[in-house]
């Protein structure tokens, strides 16, 4: 279990493996597909299956819990400036 604030958009990506669940705590999260997309509210949740192509979006700020292995880049495929290589510790 991970979880993340979103606010904006993030990056167009898929994960080859592995299958992700987003469950909203705060806020409402857009998951844009290619050929739609989908709007998850406070209390739902979307699992989106590895080798699916997806963007976040949040419009304002929205809370996340992620369900998914630890090693999974938060980029999937994409390795770019925006990549958590590693589970950062508070």
Known sequence: MKTAKLKGEF?????????????????TLRMKFRDHQAVIREGEFIIVPHGVEHCPAADEEVQVVLIEPKTTLNTGNLINERTVA????I
């Open 11 to 27: 990056v167009w990506h898929h994960h080859e493996n592995e299958d992700e669940m987003f469950l909203v705590v705060k806020g």
């Open 86 to 89: 590693q589970l950062q510790r």
